[in-house]
């Protein structure tokens, strides 16, 4: 089974500061993990996935994510945050044998302030 | 290309009604999934189809249902609504293995 924590259900950064959203899993195998953003009343657009290769993932919108196998994290970074970065973040995983199947965190809402 | 579409956009019924939600999967794409996302909290895996039949469930009761048609667009059933089933429906297409893309979603009202 898996799941998803994301920690901070909501982030404040200015403009121009870096973005740093968490996340940590829990999986009975070697995971897929993902990061999605949503706008306001918009589905979901993939940023980045991590399915075994490098570890470091270089995403859309310049995000990326690392990998951590050892503290079981997979936390989503942007150096400098834009007005257009401001939405709702969410972190999901999948076993590899249940393509499709994904299970999200709760989200984070970024707000970002001038 | 259309991106994956939904309808309706917003939907209003009342407990113990029946709903269906209607998906076209992006051009190319066989696998459609679906999720239900509850006010402020993440998408929730309700089932997957693939070849015309289901290929993966979650943790929902049989009240909700679907089915896929030979030109891979999908509906979603809910019998019996209830209150808790307000929440925004997404529905996602992919090829098998490959990344899913997220139509907008259909709102759905329970009153």
């Known amino acids: 089974a898996q799941s998803v924590t994301q920690l901070g259900s909501h982030v404040s950064v200015s403009e121009g500061a870096l973005v740093l959203l968490r996340c940590n899993y829990s999986?009975?195998?070697?995971?897929?993990l993902f990061w999605y953003v949503q706008y306001p009343n918009q589905g979901l657009q993939l940023l980045l996935k991590?399915?075994?290769?490098?570890?470091l993932v270089k995403g859309i919108n310049g995000f990326e994510a690392e990998f951590k196998k050892s503290e079981t994290s997979f936390h989503l970074t942007k150096p400098s945050a834009h007005m257009r970065d401001a939405a709702e973040y969410f972190c999901?995983?999948?076993?590899?044998?249940?393509?499709?199947?994904?299970?999200f965190g709760a989200g984070t809402q970024v707000v970002v302030t001038p | 290309d259309a991106g994956v579409t939904q309808s309706p956009t917003h939907l209003i019924k009342t407990r113990g009604q029946q709903v269906t939600l209607r998906c076209s999967p992006k051009s190319g794409h066989d696998t459609v999934s679906w999720y239900q996302q509850a006010l402020g909290q993440g998408p929730q895996f309700i089932f997957q189809y693939y070849e015309e039949e289901e290929r993966q469930r979650g943790n929902f009761p049989d009240r909700f249902s679907g089915h896929q048609f030979p030109n891979y667009s999908s509906e979603l059933n809910v019998n019996a609504l209830l209150l808790g089933d307000s929440a925004l429906y997404l529905c996602a297409s992919s090829q098998q293995g490959t990344e899913q893309f997220f139509g907008p979603g259909t709102r759905l009202t329970v009153l």
């Open positions: 999986s009975s195998v070697p995971p897929y």
């Open positions: 999901a995983v999948s076993a590899p044998d249940s393509w499709g199947k994904l299970q």
């Open positions: 991590y399915t075994s290769a490098a570890t």
